[in-house]
């Protein structure tokens, strides 16, 4: 990863600062408030005793993820989903996502006919809303499952491998880990990562728009990715000891 002259405030390669707030809400099994830099996202996870018909009398569970933007989250304001009759490609997109992503975390023939339900609503959007919310779901479904083991919901802890996402990106020519809006709305390579405890990918999604890139840059971008997600896991590590 080049440094340079690009950041005033941080490294290219370094993250914004993060912080989780476990147990935000009253009602949910597990809920977070995360906020990195200015991008904040409530994160809940609900435990619900059915599964969709495609499971039904199968013994294992489901895991399922809805994404959304309050209308205040952004500079212009974002019209709700609910507004328009339906969801939109974006929030869908990333909502499969989430889903795919926390799927990827737990052994879901351990939870009975149950689904778990994670909701994300992007109260403030400065780039890096998705991944933001996949890194706080995880801590969300991380206290859930564990009210679960506690209660006598689930027998055996589900919970396979943590979860954490991180963006990268190329914008005038620099590499930079964690892009926020401004960062984000100029680059021309635009790379979202999504990695376990082992540093195996659980999925990317990346796009050169502005500028192709080749097979040697995007392992460049996946080891500032990986860097990236090594801190959020450093971060985990400190924040578990309370959940
Ligand atoms: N954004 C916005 N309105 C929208 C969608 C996005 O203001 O309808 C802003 C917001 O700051 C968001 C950023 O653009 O974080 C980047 O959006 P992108 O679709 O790349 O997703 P994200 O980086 O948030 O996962």
Redesign the pocket.
């Known amino acids: 990863m080049r440094k340079g002259i690009m950041r005033e405030d941080r490294q290219n390669d370094e993250i914004r600062e993060i912080k989780i707030r476990p147990n935000y809400l009253e009602h949910p099994d597990g809920s977070v408030l995360i906020e990195c830099g200015d991008?904040k996202v409530i994160c809940t996870a609900m435990i619900e005793n059915k599964v969709p018909t495609f499971l039904r009398g199968k013994n294992k569970g489901w895991l399922s993820s809805e994404y959304s933007?309050l209308p205040g989250s952004?500079?212009?304001r974002?019209v709700r989903d609910i507004s328009k009759g339906k969801l939109d490609g974006?929030s869908s997109e990333?909502s499969r996502l989430i889903g795919r992503s926390l799927r990827s975390s737990i052994d879901l023939d351990k939870i009975g006919e149950r689904t778990i339900w994670i909701d994300c609503d992007?109260i403030s959007?400065?780039?890096?809303?998705?991944?933001a919310s996949i890194t706080g779901s995880y801590i969300a479904l991380k206290i859930a499952v564990k009210k679960a083991l506690e209660s006598g919901k689930f027998e055996e802890d589900p919970m396979k491998s943590k979860v954490a996402a991180i963006?990268v990106g190329k914008v005038n020519g620099i590499n930079l880990v964690d892009?926020d809006?401004k960062e984000?709305?100029n680059a021309d390579v635009?790379l979202?990562v999504v990695m376990n405890d082992k540093f195996e990918l659980i999925e990317i999604q990346g796009t050169g728009e502005g500028d192709t890139f080749t097979i040697d840059e995007l392992n460049e971008f996946l080891k500032g990715a990986k860097r990236g997600i090594e801190d959020i896991f450093r971060y985990f590590e400190i924040l578990e000891q309370y959940i």
């Open positions: 991008t933007m952004t500079p212009t974002k974006r990333i992007v959007a400065d780039g890096g809303t998705r991944t963006s892009l809006f984000d709305s635009d979202n």
